[in-house]
């Protein structure tokens, strides 16, 4: 089930909360946008698709564009704020370098990118209360709308990033289930070094496996292809890059990893579906106002 979104937000996220939230029967469905499910307390199954994980404590869901899912609690309920963006239509706030090139491991800026194990990624929290200040903050000022309310939610929004960013460096996100180690190591390594050169000899020695058997394992792993998955890692992170800095494309390009102008332009209007200029340009246009939805 695919829900229509009720309400409109200009900024491109809206954020509500859910105290005492209860959901005892499944109801898988999926949204038109990005959805992060921030879970402050409560024990419960978050289940997209086929696929289950066990929440306990508080964590940290962002689930890709279109993915079914539902949030299943225990007789106590949960306490949730839902986060809905429009990443598609709206720009990101710029983040220190360091901070920036985790972003679209974070956050899908495009539903062409989902595969098998970003269609939800989760972090685990230990202290949820310095995001949920943030949010809480976002969610005062949307309502309030005072002078200057959005500087005020794009500043909050940036500081929350900044904060998820930072988790995910110091301890990465939560593992699929029954991950296979060497596979994931190269994964891991492709996200990190996405703008380096690899080979496939180099890659197959890294993970003790033939050519052939790295080739096939990958594509069952991820449900892509090796060189598209690092193709993919380099268009996204291209796409941020052109989203909040005025670099020239060319060197965007070469900075992600393409050594051709040409053939990343190609590549960028396949997976995008427009050149990267127009992808920029349409980004600095006023959005049409976003949907957004009233339930966890």
């Known amino acids: 089930m695919k829900h229509k979104l009720p309400i409109r937000a200009s900024l491109g996220i809206d954020v509500q909360?859910?105290?005492?939230?209860?959901?005892?029967?499944?109801?898988?469905?999926?949204?038109?946008?990005?959805?992060?499910?921030?879970?402050?307390?409560?024990?419960?199954?978050?289940?997209?698709?086929?696929?289950?994980?066990?929440?306990?404590?508080?964590?940290?869901a962002v689930t890709h564009y279109g993915q079914r899912h539902d949030i299943l609690t225990d007789e106590h309920g949960m306490d949730i704020i839902n986060v809905y963006l429009d990443l598609q239509h709206h720009s990101l706030p710029v983040l220190p370098a360091m901070l920036q090139p985790v972003l679209p491991l974070l956050l899908p800026l495009h539903p062409r990118f989902a595969h098998r194990l970003n269609r939800i990624v989760r972090l685990q929290l230990n202290d949820p209360q310095p995001l949920a200040q943030e949010l809480f903050a976002i969610q005062r000022e949307l309502q309030a709308q005072a002078v200057g309310y959005?500087?005020?939610?794009?500043?909050?929004?940036?500081?929350?990033?900044?904060?998820?960013?930072r988790h995910v460096l110091q301890n990465g996100f939560v593992a699929p289930q029954s991950t296979p180690p060497r596979l994931e190591?190269?994964?891991?390594?492709?996200?990190?070094?996405?703008a380096e050169p690899h080979t496939l000899d180099r890659l197959a020695k890294r993970a003790s496996l033939s050519r052939t058997s790295l080739c096939?394992?990958?594509?069952?792993?991820?449900?892509?292809?090796?060189?598209?998955?690092?193709?993919?890692?380099r268009i996204q992170a291209a796409m941020?890059?052109?989203?909040?800095?005025?670099?020239?494309?060319?060197?965007?390009?070469?900075?992600?990893?393409?050594r051709d102008l040409a053939y990343f332009n190609r590549k960028f209007k396949t997976l995008v579906g427009t050149s990267p200029t127009i992808y920029r340009r349409a980004l600095t246009q006023p959005p049409e106002l976003p949907i957004v939805p009233r339930y966890a």
């Open 17 to 60: 909360y859910f105290p005492g939230y209860k959901n005892h029967k499944i109801n898988l469905h999926s949204l038109e946008v990005v959805l992060l499910s921030f879970i402050l307390r409560g024990r419960g199954r978050h289940r997209i698709d086929n696929d289950e994980y066990i929440e306990s404590g508080s964590s940290l």
């Open 216 to 233: 096939r394992a990958f594509k069952v792993y991820t449900g892509k292809r090796l060189f598209d998955y690092l193709i993919e890692r």
């Open 150 to 165: 959005d500087e005020a939610v794009r500043l909050h929004w940036k500081l929350f990033l900044m904060q998820c960013c």
């Open 240 to 258: 941020v890059s052109l989203r909040s800095t005025d670099e020239k494309v060319l060197t965007i390009a070469l900075n992600c990893g393409f």
């Open 185 to 194: 190591a190269v994964r891991q390594l492709l996200d990190e070094t996405f």
